[in-house]
Structures are given as structure tokens and as C-alpha cells.
């Protein structure tokens, strides 16, 4: 994502510890370390500073994970590209969805401590096959999922 790894390093320059909770595998750890250290965003650890799929409660949801991230750190915003990304009670059908996340006390948190980003990798938006949106220099293979190419 343009401007990512400038984000990324402005952060780190004022103090601020960037953590990725993502539902990687643990299988993957390396990997998922080594990818986000090749795009230029710098170190993460796994359990310090990366959190897979599993490494708290053993399940794919993130909220175990953000609560464990806000034990060890003072939380100052969360980035992500679909709802989960903020809290797994975003359940259900679109509208049931947009109604959650439009309420008043979600609502606010939009643009103010919440940002929800485009996925520049996947979705509907994009155009181009799976070597223009994945070249051969940037993919990686997930060894945990069993789904990666």
C-alpha cells in the first residue's frame, strides 16, 4: 500500500511499536516475519510484536489477540482492511454489519483511533490476474494454511 513503510518507520521513529495481529498461521511465522521485513516495514517477533492465528486461545479470532496486545502495550489505534479487523463481534450479513458498525458508540471510533483501509491485494476493486496482483517477486507460500501458492 503506498505509503505504508514510510507510516510504518515514521512510527517506530517517534517510539511508537507497530504490532500485526493477523490470522496467519503460527506455522508461518518465519515467513510472515520475512515478508513483512522484505516490503520494507521492518522487524516484527512473533508473540512480541507479531500474533498469528491461534497464539492466544487456540481459535482465528482476533479479539483474544487484541486483548493480550493491550496488556503489553498502550493501544493508540488499530488499521485494518474489513471489520474483523476491529472486533469479532462484527457478525453476520451486510446489513446486520453496517448496523454495528454505524451505531453511535462504533461510529465515532472511525478516523479516530479506528481506520479501515482498502486491501490493495484482494477484492472486487482490483483488476489484473494473479500475476499482476501477485508478481513472482512478491509471493510467498503460507506453509500452515495448506492454500498458499
Not at 500474533?51 to 487456540?58: I, K
Not at 458508540?105 to 479516530?112: N, T, V
Request: positive net charge.
Amino acid at each position: 500500500m503506498p505509503g505504508a513503510v514510510d507510516a510504518i518507520a515514521a512510527l517506530r521513529r517517534l517510539g511508537v511499536t507497530p504490532v500485526v495481529n493477523t490470522n496467519r498461521v503460527a506455522a508461518s511465522a518465519q515467513a510472515a516475519q520475512a515478508a513483512l521485513a522484505g516490503v520494507g516495514l521492518g522487524g516484527f517477533r512473533h508473540g512480541e510484536t507479531l500474533f498469528l492465528a491461534g497464539d492466544v486461545d487456540g481459535k482465528r479470532g482476533k479479539d483474544a489477540r487484541r486483548q493480550e496486545i493491550a496488556r503489553r502495550f498502550c493501544v493508540i489505534a488499530m488499521v485494518g482492511d474489513q471489520l474483523g479487523d476491529f472486533s469479532d463481534g462484527f457478525r453476520g450479513d451486510p446489513p446486520v454489519r453496517r448496523t454495528l458498525a454505524t451505531a453511535p458508540a462504533i461510529a465515532r471510533l472511525w478516523g479516530h483511533g479506528w481506520f479501515l483501509l482498502p486491501n490493495p491485494v484482494y477484492g472486487s476493486g482490483l483488476g489484473g490476474g494473479w500475476d499482476q496482483v501477485f508478481p513472482l517477486d512478491r509471493r510467498w507460500i503460507d506453509p500452515g494454511d495448506g492454500r498458499g501458492k
